[in-house]
């Protein structure tokens, strides 16, 4: 998820069970051109491993330019997105844009693949429209190009993050695939990951806003398909000390003030369900930069 799984998100992620954490998605040309704001968002760290980066482009030059830069970070896979329907990215020519174009897909794949030594994998929409099947065709190519594994968003571009998956477009995305295929989108608890796993050649879950606020969905979910047994959502407090090792997390990562600043972006996640969440997510967004000032906030809880 682009600016929301930084580092610090990503360590949370992990301590809940997480088996694999990605970066955000980093623009391709930016890391060939040095960007500083990008490079900083490829820094990993060793207690999140496994992790990937996800790049995105539509040059398959810059594409393994950048894959190389990927790889020398020393990241375990290298991810291509192929799947996000924001609309500067696809008017750009990249992430979902692409779905309607395999050969200059099969063309980024290939350029990629050869120039690193890791494994990449990529990630996809069902299509760009509803009832457009072009997971099919696209994991196809991945195949024929080398790719290890395909990330199958089950919802159309046009859909963004609303609405629910379309488990017939993702059954017709596995079914033939060569490669594994791993589900995504709309994944929340035990039944939605229960849906997509009973689907025939589907060899796993991947979790992105469902697991904002609630790592630890990661192992009630491995508890429940081991043993059948649910284990209880998380408390109060436990939503609480993931909020604050999260700020302690983002202020090591950025300094004090930006690191509450971009925490903005996710602090809604750790409060909805209190009774005065709209009342303190204005406060931190409007008011909180400082440790001492979050602080007084958490009193409100």
Known sequence: MAGITDLPLRRLAKSGGAGLVYTGMLSARALVRSDEKTEKLLKTADDERIVAAQIFGSDACVMSEAAKIVRDSGVDIIDINLGCPVRKIVKSGAGAKLLADEKLVSRILESVVKSVDVPVTVKIRT???PEHNAATGIIRVAYNCGI??????ARPASQGHSGS???KLFVAA???AKIPVIAN???VDEKTAADFLRVPNCAGIMIGRGALGNYSIFKRLEEFFSSGKKLPLPSKKEKVEWLKKHVRYSMEYYGEKKGFVVMRKVFHYYVKD???AAKIRDIFNKKIVTLSGFS???KLF
């Open 296 to 298: 007084e906030l958490i």
């Open 165 to 167: 998956p379309d488990l």
């Open 185 to 187: 989108g709309g994944i």
């Open 148 to 153: 290890k594994m395909v990330v199958v968003h």
């Open 274 to 276: 209190l009774p005065n």
């Open 174 to 176: 596995c079914a033939g």
């Open 127 to 129: 299509g760009l429209l």
